[in-house]
T-cell receptor
């Protein structure tokens, strides 16, 4: 069975500050891991994915995430927050043998001027 | 490609009525997923198909829910009869090689 846990349902940062959104996973097989972003009244959009290649993955909009097997973590970071980053972010895990994604409960990011 | 297309965008119905949600996946994608999103439960996977065949429907909440995929370009999610607690946003997604693309969702309100 697979699952993800996102620590913190809400994160607030100032514009220009570091963004850190936490995700821990549980998987019985080497997982694929994903971060998705959801803007209001829209579907989810893929930010980045880890599929057992490089452990540091770079995504769109300046986001990146590092796969740490020893910590079972896949935290999302961005060095400098922008107002347009305000959205809900979802971490997800899948079994590489299927495309089935299991999502975390999401973290709402607020960015203050 | 136009992406994953869902219809209707909004649906308001009365309790007891049948509701049908529609999805057109991206051409060439071999997986199709139906998710439900609510404030209380977040994103729940209801059912998914691989090459039009249902693989896992363990997330379907009750027998009132059913899903079909008669061909590679079309899927439906049906709720009969609908209940107020079914009110949610229903997303369809399709994927190829572990990359999911989501539709814009159907906002369902059951009064």
């Amino acid at each position: 069975a697979q699952s993800v846990t996102q620590l913190g349902s809400h994160v607030s940062v100032s514009e220009g500050a570091l963004v850190l959104l936490r995700c821990n996973y549980s998987s019985s097989v080497p997982p694929y891991l994903f971060w998705y972003v959801q803007y209001p009244n829209q579907g989810l959009q893929l930010l980045l994915k880890y599929t057992s290649a490089a452990t540091l993955v770079k995504g769109i909009n300046g986001f990146e995430a590092e796969f740490k097997k020893s910590e079972t973590s896949f935290h999302l970071t961005k060095p400098s927050a922008h107002m347009s980053d305000a959205a809900e972010y979802f971490c997800a895990v899948s079994d590489p043998r299927t495309d089935k994604l299991i999502f975390g409960t999401g973290t709402r990011l607020q960015v203050f001027p | 490609d136009a992406g994953v297309i869902q219809s209707p965008r909004h649906e308001v119905t009365e309790m007891g009525q049948e509701v049908t949600l529609r999805c057109k996946p991206i051409s060439g994608h071999d997986y199709l997923f139906w998710y439900r999103q609510t404030m209380m439960r977040g994103l729940e996977l209801l059912i998914y198909f691989n090459n039009n065949v249902p693989i896992d429907d363990s997330g379907m909440p009750e027998d009132r829910f059913s899903a079909k995929m008669p061909n590679a370009s079309f899927s439906t999610l049906k709720i009969q009869p609908s209940e107020p607690r079914d009110s949610a946003v229903y997303f369809c997604a399709s994927s190829l090689k572990a990359k999911l693309f989501f539709g814009s969702g159907t906002q369902l309100s059951v009064l």
